[in-house]
């Protein structure tokens, strides 16, 4: 990988063992063959950036600095994002991604301060583009969260259950080499504010977007926001009205908000 304090391009074989794993989390028929369309959101489980042990914050994740600055804010949480695919994604086809630091913020809000940090990663495979991803990450200093979660305040036209085990946290932890600690060590996601693990924002996002493909072929756009913690052992729903989506949570907490289109 070549970086420089606002670009890195890093080239990945996308490898079909590692793909067809996690098509096996995603509870999709997990398959090795060269050129399998991989599902929205796949990118997470390749471009892998390895760092020592030693280059580690606390939390599990890199230290900062280089193309995102070292804010001196310890919680760092995904936001959201958006999703611009051009073709899935394919196995055995080696990729390119080049990564942009394209927005910083700092404010002050309810929980102390706050630093929001829009990356812009693109993806190319044989030349062409695949998709263009905007995450949407916040910093934050340590302690409890504040704010009552939003509820959801309309009935569905399609819900599904969604389940996320503790055997599923590791493997999409291991598949997406997330060292994150909210999503194994408990004691240490208490020490962050919360009352238990936490189910990746990925994730959701992922079976998000995976519903909405089936009404919107190709997936050309999605939007996405993370709005509330899912924890272990939640029971939590898929579900959709039009092109709406959103991740509901034990009593009816919102946990995620999306929306498909063009």
Known sequence: MTQSESIAIHVDKIDPARAAALLAVLDLEPKTDVGTELPPFAQHAFFWDPSLEANLARDGHP????????????????AGGRLRQHTPLRAGVAAERTSR?????????????????????EIRQRG????????DIVYREAGALTGAPPRA?????????????????F????LTFNAHRVHYDADYARE????????????????????????????PGFAFRATAPLYLGDVAW?????NRYW????????????????
């Open 63 to 78: 230290v900062l600095g280089g193309m995102v600055p070292d804010f001196g804010l310890p919680v760092r949480m995904w």
């Open 101 to 121: 630091l394209v927005g910083v913020t700092q404010k002050t809000g309810r929980s102390g301060k706050l630093a929001f940090v829009t990356l812009r990663l």
């Open 128 to 135: 062409a583009p695949v998709l263009t991803e905007d995450q």
């Open 153 to 169: 305040e309309t009935e569905a036209d399609e819900r599904r259950a969604f389940k996320a085990s503790a055997i599923t946290l």
């Open 171 to 174: 493997r999409y932890s291991a």
């Open 192 to 219: 962050e504010g919360y009352p238990g693990l936490l189910v990746h924002g990925p994730l959701m996002a992922t079976r998000l977007a995976m519903m909405a493909a089936e009404r919107h072929p190709g997936l």
């Open 238 to 242: 898929l579900c959709r009205v039009g």
């Open 247 to 262: 991740v509901e949570g034990p009593g009816r907490r919102i946990c995620m908000t999306a929306e498909a289109g063009g």
